[in-house]
């Protein structure tokens, strides 16, 4: 069985659903709220544990009613919790979605996840040796990160870097990353470049191998030279909430299958877990993932 290990961030979506977003100062009537377990890194794991992975996470919650239920969450999808901290009077990371008209808007507060530190993951040191891919994004902090890739670096364990949310990053560690994986407003912020430029001759000038994730029109990969394109699969979308953390979940369980493999099985989970409201609702099991790549031609 693969072994993955995330180490990321763990949050409750708050999530309203309103017929549009509202103005700066505006009050809208919403349609719908409802509180669903979330995080990137929570969501990684629970994808990479949907599709068969064997699954370790590295967090931290608070010891607040929402650090209860998400445990319990992470618990059922059968993930290992040896690594996450519960942490005393703190309160468990929280994001604020609104979902109107097939897009989103987020405001994320860390909250425990600020506390996730090198030293944590230096003490799943062991766990991280033994993985078959590591899975990171920009929720927890930086320096968390950096250790992060450094370690599996040192280990010689591949490393999937999550550039989200947008934030630049140094080179020097973006060179130990095996893909680093951004949206193209991702890859041109990692790059201090200007959004509009386009993202292939960006993604040959990035310091590492990257795989650009380009929504409903599949995802970009360099091998050799020039960046191959995989397209996506078409669906109905209803929630793109998690899709990413689909995505990245799903290389990081695929890529021994080589990467233009891990790429289209990517695409195909990623586009499953659009189909239903909330992060992790839709995210689909293998064989749903294999349906999918078998009635489609790409
Ligand atoms: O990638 C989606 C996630 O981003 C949500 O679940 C939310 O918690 C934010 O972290």
Redesign the pocket.
Known sequence: MTRIVVVG?I???LVTQAPRFPDPGETLLGERFFTV????G??QAVAAARLGAEVALVGALGDDDFGQRLHRALADEGIALDHLLTLRDAAS???S?TVAQGENQ?I?VPAANACVSPAQVERAQALIARADAVLVQL?IPLETVEATVRLCHRLGVPVILDP??AQPLPAAWLRLARYVTPNQHELATLLGADPDEDFRVLMQRAPCPVVLTRGSEGAWYREQAAPIHQPGFRVAAVDS??A??TFNAALAVFLHEGLPQAVRKACAAAALSVGKLG??AGMPDRSEVDALLARSID
């Open positions: 961030s949050n409750m979506d377990p979330g995080g990137k929570a969501n990371g929280t994001a979605i987020i994320v929720e989200a949310p909430t998690g990413g953390d992060a992790q």
